[in-house]
């Protein structure tokens, strides 16, 4: 019935130096801040704990109140339609079923062919394309300029954050990576690229 999220906070991040007992008031939100990560250090913080700069704060809400919250603080912008994902894991094949049930139009880009066959009777509803997603022509062929978001997910670190490097070069609104090496992924948050997904992590 709900959700966890983490943003991170920016220099000029509208909940950057706001006290955590004026958050719910502020936004008019019954989401909770749960958890800070600030440095090496996690935080579960009081009513007088304050959000500063460089801090990873994790909310819990329903879908709704996250949405609702992410509106109000100018996280999200104009609506998603477009979603292109690249790969075929796990993270894949549980994500496709669920954008496509929410309205989202889907393309998956995979290299290898007997996935893409499997992918094509899994998901009818879906554009399933068999190609090198690590080519920027393929990308640019299939359209990556304009998508509303870019997931990310092959298997292989350094593939992922070359492809959501040249999508952060694109019209792309939002890009989301699957990184396996915690190290990496520290490297892609402080390069700007997109949100990181480490599902060992998780």
Excluded: W
Excluded at 6 to 33: Q, R
Excluded at 113 to 126: H, R
Excluded at 159 to 168: D, E, R
Excluded at 175 to 201: E, F
């Amino acid at each position: 019935q709900v959700e966890m999220v983490e943003i991170h906070i920016g220099k000029n991040h509208p909940l950057c130096d706001l006290p955590i007992i004026d958050f719910k008031s502020k936004c008019n939100t019954n989401a909770l801040i749960c958890m800070v990560e600030r440095g090496d250090e996690v935080i579960i913080p009081g009513g007088d704990f304050v959000i500063r700069e460089g801090d990873s704060i994790f909310i819990t809400a329903s879908r709704k109140d996250i949405t609702d919250l992410f509106v109000r603080i100018g996280l999200i912008g104009k609506q998603i339609k477009d979603v292109m994902i690249i790969g075929s894991d796990r993270i894949s094949r549980y994500l496709a079923p669920a954008l496509l049930g929410d309205g989202f139009r889907v393309k998956m880009i995979e290299q290898n062919a007997a996935a893409c066959e499997e992918l094509a009777e899994l998901f009818p509803k879906a554009t399933v394309i068999c190609g090198n997603a690590s080519d920027p022509d393929v990308l640019d062929d299939e359209g990556i300029d304009g998508t509303g978001a870019c997931v990310v997910t092959t298997p292989n670190d350094q593939t992922n954050l070359l492809i959501s490097m040249f999508a952060s070069t694109r019209k792309v609104d939002k890009i989301i990576t699957k990184i396996t090496s915690p190290t990496l992924a520290k490297l892609s948050d402080s390069a700007g690229i997109g949100s990181n997904v480490t599902p060992h992590l998780l």
